[in-house]
């Protein structure tokens, strides 16, 4: 998909990896539980659209994440597409256990840049939660990569500001820890486009052979604002969830996260290059409302593509017929 000519973007053709999230950032704040079934066949949909990475599921407890309590079942029975990569949160140990015991090629490891997040979300001081992700990366090495989210990493619902020299030391400590990548999550859409560059600026340089990723919710409809912000700093990883889907139950305020089509979208539309199959990526969009059982925010799968073209009105000859008489009309006078 192409809509402008690349002469006049300066994105024109740069790469961007879109990585989903809905399928566990999504699902684990709904109130039911999507049939394992539903959900094979939607990780294989997304497997055949282009995206980098489809995180699939967590593996926590079935207690405290019922709508997700099918982690090894699913995790086993999806078909693995080459060139993408299938990721699962991992809480704990325990949970890192069963992950590889499924064979998951990417573990998502998540620590709070806030105390108090961090308390309320894993029921562990940050100290604590370093020391366990710090025996999960050596238990994985050689098995799976290791990618660490530092969520509330633009701002806490319970504490505010989050300074940014705190983000940046946990992410150096994770480096030397030996993660793969890094991500940085605006929990409960918090951040601005001004605060991303702001936090952002360097950080490819500063860890260079990390994968870097940002993440946003849109709480305040600055999802897609902040995603620019992050290109702009030379980023060009996203995470972003089908539809809009998502939210936290453990971050008061947090609702959906940046729209996986929509942003899609955006970066198509300004010349880059997602590798995304947009039409194949909104079909998977439109039969979320039926399997979630309510409505998404995502708009493209609403409004269509920009490019989308509706036929001229009927009488749109007539229209122009009298609109040339009354100039007629005027110079006669």
């Not at 926590?60 to 993408?84: F, N, Y």
């Amino acid at each position: 998909m192409s809509y402008i000519p690349a002469s006049n973007s300066r994105f024109a053709g740069k790469k961007i990896h879109i990585h989903d999230v809905a399928m566990r950032d999504g699902l684990q704040i709904e109130p039911i539980f999507v049939p394992t079934e539903q959900k094979i066949e939607m990780v294989n949909a997304l497997s055949r659209t282009g995206l980098k990475k489809i995180e699939v599921t967590s593996f926590t407890s079935p207690k405290a994440i019922p709508a997700l309590r099918d982690a090894e079942e699913l995790m086993k029975a999806i078909d693995r597409v080459t060139g993408v990569t299938y990721v699962a949160l991992i809480p704990n140990m325990k949970g890192a256990e069963r992950a590889l015991s499924c064979a998951v090629d990417e573990l998502n490891l998540v620590l709070s840049a806030s105390e108090t997040h961090n308390l309320a979300n894993t029921r562990m001081t940050r100290e604590q939660s370093k020391r366990i992700h710090a025996e999960i990366i050596k238990a994985a090495k050689g098995k799976a990569a290791v990618n660490i989210s530092i969520s509330t990493a633009f701002g806490c619902p319970m504490e505010g500001d989050v300074p940014a020299n705190d983000v940046l030391a946990l992410g150096d400590w994770f480096v030397e820890q030996g993660a793969t990548g890094i991500t940085l999550c605006d929990t409960t859409g918090m951040a601005n486009p001004g605060q991303v560059e702001q936090i952002c600026e360097g950080l490819i340089d500063r860890w260079r052979d990390i994968e870097l990723t940002l993440h946003f919710h849109n709480t305040r409809a600055m999802g897609l604002a902040n995603a620019l912000a992050g290109l702009n700093c030379g980023i060009t990883r996203f995470d972003a969830a089908l539809g809009g889907l998502g939210g936290c139950p453990y971050a008061p305020g947090a609702t959906g996260n940046v729209c996986t089509e929509d942003l899609v979208h955006m970066f198509e539309t300004m010349g880059c290059d997602t590798g995304v199959d947009l039409d194949a990526l909104i079909a998977c969009s439109l039969r979320l409302p039926e399997m979630v059982g309510h409505d998404c925010p995502g708009q493209v799968a609403k409004a269509g593509k920009s490019d989308r073209r509706y036929p001229a009105p009927a009488d749109l000859e007539e229209i122009r017929s009298r609109a040339q008489a009354r100039d007629l009309a005027d110079s006669a006078a």
